[in-house]
C-alpha cells in the first residue's frame, strides 16, 4: 500500500483510474444480474463489495492521493460502490421474493381438509332463551331472584291468593310430595318466587324470575309435566296498569323488535286482579296475514297475534299476606312460558325436541340465542 | 260453557246484523275466554225436509238388512229412498235430505241406483246432519214435534246457529249460564238485557215437601217445590232438546231435561226426585263417618264428614250439589215430582268433588258461586215447564230455608280505578260501569258499592276497578316508558352458573335439562351403599309414571338417559351437561323426617319465625352439575387416530368449573359409588368437598346401557359459590429471565403424582424460595424398565422466576436440590440419574 506523498502522480494509480473504475463497477453489475440465486449472489457480494473486492481496495488508494485528486477520484469510487451495493440490495431483494414464492407455493396445504377433531359443544337453548328474557329487565335494572323447586304449598298458592279448595287450583294439575300433609309440593309457577323477593328484599322491588315449572301434563308436542316460566315483579308506589303495559313493550321491543303492539286481554289470575292475557302483533307476519288476501303465517298461524303471556296488577291481597301495605304500594306481574316463547320464535315444532337431550337440538343454537 | 246465539238473541236485544263472530269479539274483550265458534249447519244445503214413511220393503240377499222406503215428502208421488237403518217404521217421521243436497263434510246426495233400487236421496241420521252423536240408526221425530211431510226440517230443527264455546274463569261462574253471557253482551253492545230471572215467584205461605237443614253453613238456601200428574210419556219439545243438544247435554226425559236447561239458562243447578221414593221429611246436614251411598252413576261411594248430604229417612239420597241417588232417581214411570233448588257452600262442594272426583254439572257451578237469589225463581220456573210441557198439577206450597247471608259492601274511592290503570275515567263512568255490571252504587268521592248477588267474586277495591278497566277497554289504557331503577346486576352465584355452562359448551359439551323424576331402582343401577344418603329422596303423591315416583338426589340418571339416548340414535362420541337442583330431604338428628310446614294465615305478613319453619320442612335444594362423556374424545381423522374420552377429561371438566369460580380443585384418590373404584378423583377446596369426578363403575355402565369405558363428574355448584364472589387479586408481572430446573423422581407407583408434587413445593417453601417458584409442570411419566419393577418416573420442570433481579445458578439449584429433598423425605422420591 502506498503512502501519502505530495510528489505522487495520481494517474499513475491504475486501480483509481477512471476507466478502471468503470470497468471494475461493470464487472460487478453483470456479476450482480447474472447470480441466480441466494446463495451466487453471497459469493458475488463477497468477490465484488467485500473487504478485497477491486473497489474496496481502489477506495484505500484515495488516501494516499494529493489533496487536489482525493476529492475527485473519491467522488468516482464511491458512486461505483452506492451503484454496486444498490444493486446487490435490489438483486436481493428479487431473489429473496423468487424464494418465497417458490417456497411458499411447495408449502402450501389443502385448507378444505375438515377439521372435525373436537365434538361441539352447546348451551340448552332453553337456558339462553330464558337468561335472554331475563337480561332483558336486568338491562331495566331489575335484579334476579330464584326460590326452590319444591316448594311449600304456603308459597305456590296461599300466599298468591288461591284459596284453599278454590278452582283456581284446580287450574294448575299439582305434584305433591308425598304425603298428602307434607304441604309440599313441586312449584306450579314461578309466582312463589314473588312472594319470596317480597319477604326478603326491601321495598321497592323489581325483580325477575327464571326457572323450573312442574304440572301433571304428560308429555306430548306441546306439553310438559317439567317446564320454564319466566316472571316479572315490580311493587313500589304508585304503579298502574300503564306501567305494565310499558314494561311488556319494552320486552317485546328487546325480544323481538322495535314497533310491535301488545295487546290486553281480560282475564284471571287469583294473584293479580286486574289480570290480563297479552298477545303481541307477529313479529314476522306484523299482522298481515290475518288481513284479507295476506300471505299465511306459521308462526302466528295466521291469526296476526301471538299469545305472550299473563299479566296484571298485584293483588292487594298477596301485598297482606307478605307484610307490605297495600295502602302505599301497588305492584305489576307479568309472566310467560319460555319454551313457548322458543317455539314460536324460533320454530320448535314438538316439545320432545326440548326435552330428549338429543345434541343436534341443541347444537343448533350454539352458545347464545 | 257452550251458549248458542240464538238463545243469547232470547235475553239482548242484538241488531240482527251482529254475527257470532262480533259477538265473540266483544265478548273476548270484555273477559269471556270465547274459545271456538261452531257454525252449526253452515255446511249443510237442502232441500232437507221432514218425510213420513209410507211403506217398507225389505231387500235380502245383500250383506245387512237394507230396506227400500216409500216416502211422502210432501209431494204427490212419494219419493223412492234405500235406507241401510232398521229403526224406524212404516208412519213414523224422518229426515231426508233430497237429490242436490248435501251433508256436512260436502257430502253431495244425488238420485243413484244402489242394491237394485233407485234412491232419491237419503233419511239422515243425527250425526249425518251435524246434530248430535245420535246413537245408531237414523232420526225418528217424535209425534210431540207435530212435524208435517214436506216441512223444512233445517228449520224445524234449528240446525243453523252458530255456538260459542266459553272457557269459565273461576272468577265468573255467572258466566256458566245464558243468563250471565246474555248479560255480559247486552253491556258489550249496550243494548237492552232482559233478565230471565227477573221476577221472583210470589211468596207462599204454605211449606212444600217438608225438610230441615242441620248445617247452615253448609246450605245457606233450600227451596223445594211439587208438582203431580206428569204424563210420564210427555217428550221434551223440541226446542229444548234441540238446545240442551247445542249446549252438548243429552235429552233424556222432560224432568231430567227440564232441569238442565234452567240449569244452562240461569245458572241454578236443580235435582228432580221422583216424589214417591222419597221416605220423610228432607234433612241436608254432613255426612256420618262411614256412611255408604250408590250415585246415579252406578259407583258405590263411602262418605267422607265433610260430604253435604241430602238425606231422608233411609239415608243419603244426593250427596249434595255434586250427585244424585239411585234410589230416588226420575224413571219413566215417575209422575209425582220434587224439585230442590239450593244454594251450598262452594269450598265444600269443590272438596267433596275433588275427593270422589267426581265434577258434575251441577258441582262446576256451586264451585264457582251460584246466585243465592235465584233459588226460588228457578224451581218455580220447574214447575211452571212440567205443568206446561207434562201435564203435571202444581201443588201449592213451597219449602223455603234461607241461613241469613251477611250482605257484602265495598267502600271504593271514586278513583281508584283511576289509579289502577294509569288513566282518568271520571266519577260518572266508575258509577255507570259498576251499575252495568249489577251492583248498586251510592257516594260522591267515596262510592258505597254493593255488588249483585251473582257476583260473590266482587270482594275487594280491586275487583270493582277491574270491572270498569275492562268495560272501558284494556285496549285503552296506556303504556308509561319503564322508570330507570337502581339495579345490582347478577349476583356472584348466577354469574358462576352462566360461565359454568358457557365453559362447559366451549369444551364440547351439550347442554340437556332432564326431568328430575327418577326411579326407586336407579340406586341399585348406581351401586349406592344401602345407607348412601342418595337413597333417602323425595316421593310424589301423584307422579305421572308409577316407575318414577322419586326426585332426583343426583344428576346423573338423567344424564346417563339422555347419553344413552343418542347413543341410541347414533352419536356414540358425546359429551352432555346439565346445571340444575337436586332434592336432599332433611331430616331430624334422630333419623325422622322433618315435621311439615305451618300452613300460615294469609291475613298478614309471617314472622321470622314462621318463615323459618316453612324453610325448616324444605329439603335442601343445591345447585349441581354434571357431565358424562363417552366414546371418543378427540375424534380420529386424515390428522391420524383419535384418543378415547376418559376419566381425566371427567376431572378435567371439575377443573374447568371450578376455573369459572377462580379456584383450584385438589384431586384426590376416593373410593365414591358409582364411580370405578379405581378411578374415581374426589374433588375438593380446602376441606370443602366439591364433588366425583372419574371413569364409571363397570356395573353401573351396564345397568344404564352406557357405552364401555363412560365418565362422569358431578360437583355441587352452590359449594364453589364463595369463591365466585371474590376479587382477584392481579400478579405482579416480573420481566426478568425465567430459570428452569427439570427432575426426574423415581417414587412407587403407589404414590399419587399430586403428593409427589405437594412434596416438591413443599421443600421450595422449606428452602424459603416459595416466591421464586412460577410453576411446576409434570412434563413425563414413565413406567419401565429404567424406573426399576413397581416403580416410576415423574419428571418435572421447574420454573423459578424472582421480581427483582436475574436469579443466580446457586438459587435455582439450591431451591430445586431442596424439593428434591422433600420428596426423597416425603415419599421416597429418588432423583433418576442422581
Redesign the interface.
Known sequence: MSAPNKSYDPVEVTALHPDEVARVRADALAAIDAASSLEELKQVRLAHAGDRSPLALANREIGALPPHAKADAGKRVGGARRDVSEALKRRQAELEDERDQRVLVEEAVDVT????????????P??TIA?RMTDVF?S?????V?G????????NF??L?F??????R??QDT??????????V?RTHTSPVQIRAL?GREL?V?VVCAG?TFR?D?LDATHS??FHQMEGLVVDE?I????L???I??FVTGMFGEGLRT??????F?FT????EVDMECFVCRGASAEPGGEPCRTCRSEGWIELGGCG?V???VL?????DPERY?GWAFGLGVERTLMFRHGVEDMHD???????F??AFG?EI | MRVPISWLREYVELPPEVTARDVARELIAAGLEVETIDELGADLTGPIVVGRVLAIEELTGFKKPIRHCQVDVGNPEPQSIVCGATNFAEGDLVVVILPGGELPGGFKIGARKTYGRMSEGMICSERELGLGDGHEGILVLPPAYGAEPGQDAVELLQMRDDVLDIAITPDRGYTASIRGVARETATAFSVPFRDPAAEPPPVQAEDSYPASVADPAACARYVLREVQGLDPAAASPIWMTRRLQKCGVRSISLAVDVTNYLMLELGQPLHAWDRGKLQGPIVVRRAESGERMETLDHVERSLDPEDILITDESGPVNIAGVMGGLTTEVDEKSTDIVIEAAHFSAESIARTARRHKLHSDSSYRFERGVDPELQRKAADAAVRLLAELGGARILPGETNLRAPVEPVTITIRADHPDKVAGMTYGRDTVVRRLRDVGCEVSGDDVLTVTPPSWRPDLRDPNDLAEEVIRLEGYENIPARAPRSVAGRGLTPGQRLRRRAGRALAAAGYAEVLAYPFVSESDGDALQLPADDPRRRALRLANPLTGDEPLLRTTLLPGLFRALARNVGRGFGDVALFEIGLVYRPKFTSSGEAVPPPPRLPVDRGPTAEELAAIEAALPDQPVRVGAVLAGEHDLPGWWGAGRPANWADAIEAARIVAGEAGVELEVAADQHAPWHPGRCAALRVGDVLIGHAGELHPRVIKAFDLPPRTCAVELELTRLEPWAARVVPAPAITTYPVATQDVALIVPESVPAAEVEAALRAGVDRHGAADLLESIRLFDLYTGEQAGEGNKSLAYTLRFRAADRTLTVEETTGARDAAVAEAADRVGAVLRGG
Do not use: Q
Not at chain 1, 148 to 155: D, I, N, T
Not at chain 1, 163 to 168: L, T, V, Y
Not at chain 1, 354 to 360: L, S
Open positions: 381438509l375438515p377439521w372435525d377433531r373436537a365434538t361441539r359443544g352447546a348451551r340448552h332453553l337456558t337468561e336486568v331495566m335494572g331489575f335484579e334476579i330464584e326452590p323447586e319444591v316448594e311449600a304449598e304456603w308459597f296461599d300466599a291468593n284459596p284453599p279448595a278454590h278452582p283456581a284446580e287450574m305434584f305433591f310430595v308425598e304425603s298428602e300433609e307434607s304441604g309440599l313441586l319477604l321497592p323489581y323450573k301433571t304428560e309435566p317439567v304508585g298502574t296498569m300503564a306501567d303495559r310499558g314494561a313493550g319494552a295487546r290486553f286481554r281480560p282475564y284471571y287469583p286482579e286486574p289480570s290480563a296488577m293483588n292487594p291481597r297482606v299476606a307478605c307484610g307490605v301497588s326440548m326435552v330428549e337431550g338429543d345434541v343436534r341443541t347444537r352458545m
